[in-house]
């Protein structure tokens, strides 16, 4: 049964800590995303990768955020430093990409819910 | 810039029907999608239109697309307890130099006996 695997689930950390927030994409899936939601922003996205090469992180806060694919099997989404103002949960979802244009069926992860003191 | 719109909230009964609208500004989109969020969980595809069709039927599900409004739609028949989730329509995005899949903010529904 294949599925996007994201880890931790949960995550409680106090203010200035570095947080890292890993996921597995379905082997085979050539995309990944990563997305944030809140009660007050909805799903927003943060970076989109494609054959491990980033194509698009201006959703995410160049300052403290940072994603990276270390291989096609690894994601990581990294806070540092975390303030409680990023307490969400974090998506991670991956897909199969075809021709360029986003038309991907996309499947996620269950999230990482990440609170921040 | 790209957008997608969902009203936040919808109360059916049971056994009615649910219509969950949606508008999005890419013109250019060529799959527009439905997901459902149920509690705790990742969002799951429920179902997608390529932008070339008006109509997609999948047994309780149909959806509705007016590409000249912009205008999409999920009709859920004969709505039962366990439809009871957020609904996020979404579109492939060419906005930007690469193309993404933005989401809209969700529509929650919930199911009223």
């Known amino acids: 049964d294949a599925r996007v695997t994201q880890t931790p689930r949960h995550k409680v950390t106090e203010m200035g800590q570095e947080v890292t927030m890993r996921c597995q994409p379905i082997l085979g899936h050539n995309t990944v995303f990563w997305y944030r939601q809140t009660m007050m922003q909805g799903l927003e996205l943060l970076a989109y990768?494609?054959?491990?090469?980033?194509?698009?992180d201006s959703g995410m806060p160049k300052d403290r955020f940072s994603a990276e694919m270390p291989d096609a099997t690894l994601a990581t989404l990294k806070i540092q430093p975390s303030e409680p103002r990023d307490s969400a949960v974090y998506f991670c979802?991956?897909?199969?990409?075809?021709?360029?244009?986003?038309?991907?069926?996309?499947?996620f992860g269950s999230g990482t819910q990440l609170s921040v003191l | 810039g790209e957008d997608v719109e969902q009203s936040l909230f919808l109360s059916v009964r049971e056994g009615d029907s649910s219509v969950i609208n949606c508008t999005y500004t890419?013109?250019?989109?060529?799959?527009l999608y439905w997901y459902k969020q149920e509690p705790g969980a990742g969002l799951q595809l429920l179902t997608y239109i390529f932008s070339n069709m008006d109509m997609k039927q999948d047994q309780r599900l149909t959806v509705l697309l007016n590409k000249k409004d912009k205008h999409l739609s999920l009709r859920i028949a004969d709505t039962q307890t366990g439809d009871s989730a957020i609904y996020f329509c979404?579109?492939?995005?060419?906005?930007?130099?690469?193309?993404?899949?933005?989401f809209g903010s969700g529509t929650r529904l919930s199911i009223r006996p």
């Open positions: 890419d013109s250019s989109s060529t799959y």
């Open positions: 990768f494609r054959n491990r090469a980033p194509l698009d």
């Open positions: 979404a579109e492939g995005s060419m906005y930007s130099s690469a193309s993404k899949i933005i």
């Open positions: 979802a991956s897909g199969f990409n075809v021709g360029g244009q986003a038309n991907e069926k996309l499947f």
